[in-house]
């Protein structure tokens, strides 16, 4: 069984920084690709970063050059850094296995909200 836990979200203003966390409870955690999804209210979960078990990563286009996936495997942490925030970042940020999700695994998420 895995679990996921995010963390680190708030209220910052555009051009602001914030650094979300994702703790992982199991012991797979350091052999499974990782990815960071936001959804906002009518829309589908979309896949922003992805950080693979060997530590490759990968960006959507929107977010390219402003926001850096880690990963911590001696924490089973897996963190995203972003820079350079704009209004149409704000949505409920999750992070679960990559690329697609685990449905089994979705938690609550956490918040950003980009506004001045």
């Known amino acids: 069984q895995v679990q996921f836990v995010e963390s680190g979200g708030g209220l910052v203003q555009p051009g602001g920084s914030l650094r979300l966390s994702c703790v992982a409870s199991g012991s797979i955690f350091r052999i499974i690709h990782m990815g960071w999804y936001r959804q906002t209210p009518g829309d589908e979960r979309e896949l922003v970063a992805l950080i693979t078990s060997g530590g490759s990563t990968d960006y959507a286009d929107s977010v390219k050059g402003r926001f850096t996936i880690s990963r911590d495997n001696a924490k089973n942490t897996v963190y995203l850094q972003m820079n350079s925030l704009k209004p149409e970042d704000t949505a409920v940020y999750y992070c679960?296995?990559?690329?697609?999700?685990?449905?089994?695994?979705w938690g609550q998420g956490t918040q950003v909200t980009v506004s001045s």
């Open positions: 679960n296995r990559g690329p697609s999700g685990d449905s089994r695994y």
